[in-house]
């Protein structure tokens, strides 16, 4: 995580206000052009790599969600997060055996691809007297080497996460391919979002599909015109990331 001077920091808080107001504006249109309205979006800051101050900051602004995509570094700036404000998710690729630590911090797990993740996560959640919301995380580019379940596989799965208990499934997250084009991203997300129409007709009990989670800094207006109503923002809105510290 990055650690910055007092003047680098009055420079990125800066920075991450006009960031702020332009993400705000973009998403408001783009709802209004998917015949929406800007509270039917939620806009989750991805804040992996970036220091509680600013995100805080960036909280103070207004912004409601936040999201990190590392359990150690969850566990390492939870304490500084201003969470009377904002609700922490769980956005990564989350292993079966981590989910202890995360199960009691984080209002929505994002990722779910597998039926040993779901049974893991119903189990803590138990232990903890809570029901936990997740998303199920399509690999809608069918990629090797890619989290999330692949399409012909989703349908079991949310069979299976719906009998069991304490733990809820809310919709679907997707990470599309890298693509070149922006006709290229909305055929997956439009996709996407015919997976979660079609989802949400069966009426599957212990099921709802309230949120459609895709689009990121390049593309989360097309997301959004392509029906998300949750779109996860990091870059654009912090800056370039820098890992190596
Ligand atoms: C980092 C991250 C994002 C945001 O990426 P940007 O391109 O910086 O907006 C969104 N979703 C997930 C799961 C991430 O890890």
């Known amino acids: 995580m990055e650690r910055l001077s007092d003047e680098q920091l009055g420079l990125k808080l800066r920075q991450v206000e006009e960031n702020y107001k332009y993400i705000e ?9 998917s015949g929406r309205q800007r509270e039917d979006i939620t806009f989750l800051a991805a804040t992996k790599t970036v220091e509680p ?6 909280i103070g602004l207004g912004l409601k969600y936040i999201g ?3 359990v150690q570094e969850l566990l390492s700036k939870y304490s500084e997060y201003d969470l009377n404000n904002a609700q922490l998710q769980f956005i990564g690729r989350l292993q079966s055996n981590k989910v202890r630590q995360v ?5 929505l797990i994002q990722s779910v691809d597998s039926a040993k993740l779901a049974l893991e996560i119903s ?9 936990m919301d997740v998303l199920v ?4 580019g069918d990629e090797e080497n890619k989290s ?3 399409y012909e596989m989703l349908d079991d799965l949310i069979g299976e996460i719906a009998e069991m208990e304490c733990i809820s499934v809310k919709g679907l997250m997707a990470i599309p391919p890298i693509c070149e084009t922006s006709r290229e991203v909305c055929k997956y997300f439009e996709k996407m979002h015919k997976i979660f129409i079609d989802i949400s007709t069966k009426k599957t009990d212990n099921v709802s599909m309230d949120i459609l989670s895709m689009g990121m800094s390049d593309d989360y207006s097309e997301a959004i015109m392509c ?11 912090f800056g370039r990331r820098n890992y190596a510290v």
């Open 25 to 33: 504006e973009s998403i408001s249109q783009a709802a209004f052009k």
């Open 53 to 58: 101050s600013v995100i805080d900051h960036a």
């Open 68 to 70: 990190e995509n590392r």
């Open 103 to 107: 199960i009691d911090k984080v209002s």
């Open 123 to 131: 189990r803590r959640a138990k232990e903890h007297g809570l029901t």
């Open 137 to 140: 995380e399509v690999n809608i």
């Open 148 to 150: 999330g379940v692949r």
């Open 227 to 237: 029906g998300a109503n949750m779109v996860r923002v990091g870059s654009a809105l």
